[in-house]
């Protein structure tokens, strides 16, 4: 079947290091890291007292909701997507629908790990106290998952698909491919596609438990995210949220939007936990065979890769990534694409990081650099013999990107692998 192209026309992005695209994009040119010491987190005991959090005063939020939407807000992961999804919006030149009748052809797939975590807890507290009356009318709607794409799809008016998917940190990348199929099939125009993840303790705890967070750095952050490092010694907790306009090609042309790249194609799958794989462990041939999948369906050819953003938390599971692309790709040592990982400056932003780091990769081809990996000096000593040292740049380099692939590896052996291509 004859697939429809299919376009970036808007970024939106609430990053640690940014709160618009310019911002962001300063910052990431620069290697400017967003992880901060949080003391809450010191007095809440934990080994890692450092995050990736973006950063902003509540008067900001009157730039995108109303007085009334405001009453009661405590959800982070509601905050931060709105305001990725509306920048995104405006970016593309799109105004929100003010008529009674739906936008059929427009639509919003949104994604989250868990939404409204403080609004939670706040109604847990007032229904063990008998105080259930007290709870308020839109408790649901900030902690119900779909909650942000429902917002977000209420606020445009769209009357195509308004769903929310999760797929842990998978969950950004899947959802920009999920609204590439349905317009590439047809069933759609304009989807505004992304994730959001909530900040905060009771969403990073769980992990500081498991003992895979950094716990060295509380006094320098920004040097603790740490991928391919041969120091590397966990991931840093983040959070914000990513957006992105997609549209098919058609629709673009016809409306004259400006158009940031092109996605060719990509591939969603599971590992099954099998092989190797496992609840937080990745199966290699699964890791493998989604990238292949993701080149044969964008139709080109391995050795056309000229970046890699890759997912590589700064665990030990990175040079088994490195691996796999080597063994998916087909190509090692001086052969092999540029790589970075924006995890380096904003940590890892869980269910928000594939929607946050695809707006990195696409101002990448847009704007024709790759960006530099901080705190990779020290390459880890099973990475060097597979690939080139260059290839993983430590300051930003300008180079004109064709293609760039994008990869998400989330807890439950689930993957995601997405092809970006500069629009001409």
Known sequence: MNKRRVVITGLGVVSPNGMTVSEFKDAMYNGVSGIRFIEQLKELKFSCQIAGLPNYNKDYLNNYFTSIQQRGLNASGMEYGVIAGLDAWKDAGLSTN????????VGVIFGTGILGVDKFRDAIYKVDDGNVRRLGSTTV???????????LGGMLGCGNVVTTNSSACSTGTEAILMAYDRIASGNAEIILAGSTSDSGP??????????ILPYKYNDNPTEASRPMSA???????????GALVVESLESAQKRGAKIYAEILGGHVNSGGQRNGGSMTAPNSEAVQYCIKKAVQNSNIEAKDIDLINGHLTATTKDSSEILNWCEALGVSTIDFPYINSLKSMIGHCLAASGSIESVATVLQLKEGFVFGNINCEDLHPDIKPLIDRDKVPTQTIDFNVKIAAKASFGFGDVNACIIFKEYS
């Open 98 to 105: 003010d008529s009674e009748i739906p936008l059929w052809d």
């Open 202 to 211: 009771y969403v990073w705890g769980g992990f500081d438990a498991m003992r």
């Open 141 to 151: 709607i900030q902690t119900m998952a779909s909650g942000i794409s429902a917002f």
């Open 231 to 241: 120091t590397a010694s966990g991931f840093v907790p983040g959070s914000g949220a």
